[in-house]
Nanobody, 117 residues
């Protein structure tokens, strides 16, 4: 049974930093692509960052240079380091695991990030 548990969300002032963690279990983590998505009320869920099984990360343009995604295949976790946060980064952040066959995969429950101005 796939399990993804996000943590690290909270409230931070603009310009601050926050680290989100996703703890994974129940699947061969090292062979999966891992992603972070976010969703604000009234908006569609959008991809923030994605990291391949080999550790190559790519980012949504709006967060490039401010966010860093990494993974630890031993601890089976992925981390999103968020720096220079802006109010528009506010939203519910979700961890997603995509298997090698590129089916829809699984979602975590989400963690709230609020950036105040």
């Amino acid at each position: 049974q796939v399990q993804l548990v996000e943590s690290g969300g909270g409230v931070v002032q603009a310009g601050g930093s926050l680290n989100l963690s996703c703890a994974a279990s129940g699947f061969p983590f090292s062979s999966y692509y891992m992603s972070w998505y976010r969703q604000a009320p009234g908006n569609e869920r959008e991809l923030v960052a994605r990291i391949t099984s080999s550790g190559r990360a790519n980012y949504q343009e709006s967060v490039k240079g401010r966010f860093t995604m990494s993974r630890d295949n031993v601890k089976q976790t992925t981390v999103l380091q968020m720096n220079s946060l802006k109010p528009e980064d506010t939203g519910e952040y979700y961890c997603h695991a995509m298997p090698p066959d590129r089916t829809v995969g699984s979602w975590g429950q989400g963690t709230q990030v609020t950036v105040s101005s």
